[in-house]
């Protein structure tokens, strides 16, 4: 595996390989690389002659500056696993490589799908960060599959609608959540949690099991499947942010649990905010 770190040395990487046929998949990361990602490298690999991992901690989606300054980092080890999970180039630009002086264009997806859940708690801006920096990567690297994590479902639809809007032409693949024996779901924040936060994080998986318990006991009220996954952080001492039943295409809040539903929570655990989400299925446990 190589390490790249301008746009002029990554297309000089694919060109060859392009020009024989060969096809390209992008695995988009900020770094600090967990066995999700992974699972995602190791999906591209399955499905492309190439895959491309990018580490960049985009600053523009960040809301919280002391949230971005304590974002783990550690290039060497990323690139040992990258290496180990199949990626053929590592894709590391510095931030003026990505947004050299002078860069003022914003590529936004409006409405509710960056306006509810993580938009309306992190703002926005949080989601044109992500929509600008998944823009730019893509017309960097042109890969033909671009994956990402469902464990970021909000950012994965707006992936998808901006994919669609803009008539990108690479195909955008969302992999499922990967989680720790106990439940928590993988997040390179986690390495953040005092060992008694880590504890208390299981809240949030334990509201989206006790969603799936209630909807099994054949509850489908929205508002008492809600109610039992906040009862179930009580005990970790752990309130949600938010925790919202939404339809799963358009993030519109439902009254009932009808259909395939998407159950989102995130929850400040001491000082680190986490998100996890599940899809309720009445005809079935998901
Ligand atoms: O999910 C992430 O790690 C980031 O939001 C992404 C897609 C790499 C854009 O910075």
Not at 2 to 16: D, G, H, I, P, S
Not at 43 to 58: G, H, I, P, T, Y
Not at 82 to 108: H, I, K, N
Request: charged share 25%.
């Amino acid at each position: 595996m190589r390490t790249v770190r301008t746009v002029a040395e990554l297309r000089a990487a694919l060109a060859e390989p392009r020009r024989n046929g060969r096809t390209v998949a992008l695995v988009p990361t900020m770094g600090y690389l967990h066995d999700g990602h992974l699972s995602l490298i190791e999906a591209a690999r399955k499905q492309a002659d190439l895959v491309v991992v990018s580490l960049f901690v985009n600053p523009t989606q960040f809301n919280d500056a002391a949230d971005l300054d304590a974002y783990p980092r550690d290039e060497l080890r990323d690139a040992g696993l990258a290496q180990d999970a199949g990626a053929d180039l590592l894709f590391a630009p510095s931030l003026q490589e990505v947004y050299p002086p002078g860069f003022t264009t914003q590529v936004r997806v409006d409405g509710p799908l960056t306006d509810t859940l993580e938009g309306a708690h992190r703002g926005a801006d949080h989601f044109h960060g992500v929509t600008t920096v998944v823009t730019k990567l893509l017309n960097m690297v042109g890969p033909d599959l671009a994956l990402f994590g469902q464990k970021d479902a909000q950012q994965a639809l707006v992936i998808r609608r901006l994919a669609a809007d803009l008539d990108l032409p690479t195909r955008v693949e969302v992999a499922p959540t990967v989680r720790e024996p106990d439940g928590l779901a993988l997040s390179s924040r986690n390495v953040r949690l005092a060992a008694e936060d880590r504890e208390r994080a299981l809240a949030l998986s334990s509201a989206l099991r006790a969603a799936q318990d209630a909807l099994a006991a054949g509850t489908r009220d929205a508002a008492t499947i809600t109610l039992a996954a906040r009862a179930a952080m009580t005990p970790f001492d752990v309130e949600p942010e938010y925790l919202a039943l939404v339809d799963p295409e358009d993030l519109r809040p439902v009254g009932s649990v009808d259909q395939e539903t998407l159950l989102a929570v995130a929850a400040h655990v001491g000082p680190v905010r986490l998100i996890d989400n599940t899809i309720l299925n009445p005809n079935g446990r998901h």
